[in-house]
C-alpha cells in the first residue's frame, strides 16, 4: 500500500514536486538540478524550482540552450557518481536530447551495465494555446527504447513519490509531467464525490465506482487522466454506465499487464493526448488483445495533425471532454 | 630517455601490429561487423594515455578506439574477444569494435557524443572536489557536431578540469575535413575562450613531453585545455573503405613522416638492430597468440543474456 502523506493532502501538483525536490536536496547531496531557467528569480519556465536555488545555492546548474549538450553533461555526471535532475523546457524540446538519451544513456545503462541515475523531467501537452512546437507529447518518440524508463504521474497521487521513485530506479527515466496539471489540486483521498473509490496499491491507480462491477476499462495517462475520470463520473450519471479507469504511471516498460487482471472487461478503451496511430495506446491495446482475446478496444487520441493555435481547432485536434466522451459513447453502443 | 623511448615504441607496435592483423582477419572473412582501425595515429595515444591514472581519471574516446584502449591496459586477448563476439570480450562480446567500456574508459559509435559525456565527467569531479581529469578524444568530423560546440562552451563555462584531444587525421570518413569546414578550429575553439594547443604528431617523445606538460598543468589548475593534434591514417576509415579519395601528397608526406616509423630509426641509434626485431618478435607473437586464444573463446548464450541484459 502506498503511503499518502497528509500535508500532501491540500497541495497543488506543482507544490508537491517542488516540496519533494527540496526534500530530495536536502537529504542527498550528489543530486543536481540541471536546466535553463531554472535558477531565481526566474525559477524555471513553469517555476516547478522558483526559490530553490536560493535555499540550496551551487545545486541548481542554470544551462545554456544546449539541450543536447547538458543531456550529455547529466549523463556524464551520473557516470561519474551524482544524480542529476534535468529539466527540459517544453518536451516538444526533447528531440533535440534524442541522441544523448537512446544512444548514450540508454547504451550504457543496459550494454555497459552502469549503474546510470540520470531523470528528465519535462512539461508535456497542450489545451493552452502554445501552437505546434509547444504543445506536442513528445514521450511517444521514446516508447519502446530499451534501457528507457518513462514514468508520467498524474493529479491522482503525489507526483513528488513518483520522482522519489523515479530516482531510485539508477537508470535513465524520463519524467513526464504535463502543463494543466501544474495548477491542479491533487486528489489524493480514497473516494471522488463519494461513489468512486481510488485504489493504488500498484504503479497504476484504479478508479472505481462503488458497488459497481464493470466490464469497460478505460486506460489512460498524465494530464489526460483528469479528462478520464471526468468520463468516467459523467457517463455513470447520465447513462448509468459503470467505467473502471486505470491510469498508469509506468508508461515504458509497463508492468501493468503482468499484474493486471483483465479477465472481467469486455471493452477496452485507451486514452492519451498524443497521436493515437502509432501511439501508446495502439502498442498497449495490441497486448491486451495478445493476452485477452473476447476483447473490443478502441485506441483514442490526438488527431494526425499538427496543434494548431486557435481555441476550438486545439480542442478538434487534441482529445478533449466532449470528443472523447462522444467517441467512447459510440464505440459501446 | 631510451628507455622511456622502448617502451613508448613497443605500446605504438603492439596497436599498429594489433590493427593490421585485425584486418587481416576482416579481409579473410572471418569477422562479423565492422572496425575502424587507427593505423597511423597510435603517437597520440599512447602519449597522452602514458600519464593518466585509470582508476582516477576518465577517459572517453570514440568509434577509432582501439588503440586507446590497448595504450591505456595493453590487454589485446580482451580486445580480440570483443571484436570477435566473445565472453571475454571488453564488454562480453556485447559491444564489439565501437562499444568498449572497462574501469574509466567508455567508447561509443556515435560522432562527437562523448564529448559533452566527458564535460559531465569533469563537472562532476569539480562538484564532488574529487582528484583526476578527464581526457575526451574526438575526431575532425566531431568538430562539425553541434553538440561538440555546445560542450565546448560548457567546458568553459562550467570551468571543468578536462584535455580534448582533437586526433585531426584529415578526413571525415572519405570527406577531407577541410574543404567541409568553415574556417580553422583553432579559432572555433579559442572563440570559446579555451586554451587551444595545435601539435603534429611526427615526433613521438616530443608529444609525449608536451602531453606531460598539459596533463600536469590539468591536473593542478583545474581548467580545461583543447589540444588539436595533427596526425593520419594509413587505413581505411572502416573495413571495407579502399581509400580512392586520398590526396597523393598528404599521404606522401606521412609516409615520409610515419611517426612509428620515425621513432624506431631514433632507438637502433641506441640498441641493436637484432635486439629490437627480437622484441618486435615477442609483441606480435602474443598478439597472434591472443587472437587464437580468443577464437577458441565461446559467444555468450542465449539463455545468460537474455537473463542477464533483457527485462522489457
Redesign the interface.
Known sequence: MRRIINHFAEMKYIEALRETIKSLLEADKDI?LIGEDIIDPYGGAFKVTKGLSSIFP?RL?P??M?E???????????????K?VVEIMFSDFLTLTV??IV??AT??Y???A?PLPIVIRTPSGGFRGYGATHSQSMESLFFGI?GLHIIAPNIFSNPGEDLKYALDLNRPVLFIENKTDYTQDLILGDTIDSFININRENRHTLLSIADEDSNILLISYGGISKIAAQIQKQLYLKEEIAVDVVLIRDL???DFLEEGDLDKYRYVVSLEEGWMDFGWGAGILQKIRDRFVNLKTKAIGARNCFIPSPRDLEFYVLPGYARVYNEILEFLR | MIEKAIEIYKKMFLIRQFEMILEDYFTKGLLRGTTHSCIGQEAVAVSILDYIDIERDFVTSTHRGHGHFLAITGDVFALASEVMGKRTGVVSGLGGSQHLQHKNFYTNGITGGMIPIGVGIAFAKKLKGEEGIVISFLGDGAMNEGYVMEALNMAKVYDVPIIFVLENNCYAMSSITRNLSGGEFGDRVRSFGLRYVYEEAIDVLNLWQKFGEIYREVLINRSPVFIECRTYRFCGHSKSDKREYVLEEEEDFWREHDPLLLLREKILRNIELDELERQERYVKQGIVDAFKNAEQEEELGVEEFSSKYISA
Not at chain 1, 543536447?68 to 551524482?82: D, E, N, Y
Request: aromatic share 14%.
Open positions: 543536481y551551487g546548474i544551462t545554456p544546449s543536447q549538450g547538458f543531456t550529455g553533461l547529466a549523463i556524464g555526471m551520473a557516470i561519474a557518481g551524482l542529476p541522441d544523448q544512444n548514450h547504451k550504457f543496459s550494454m555497459y552502469q530499451p515504458w516498460p509497463c
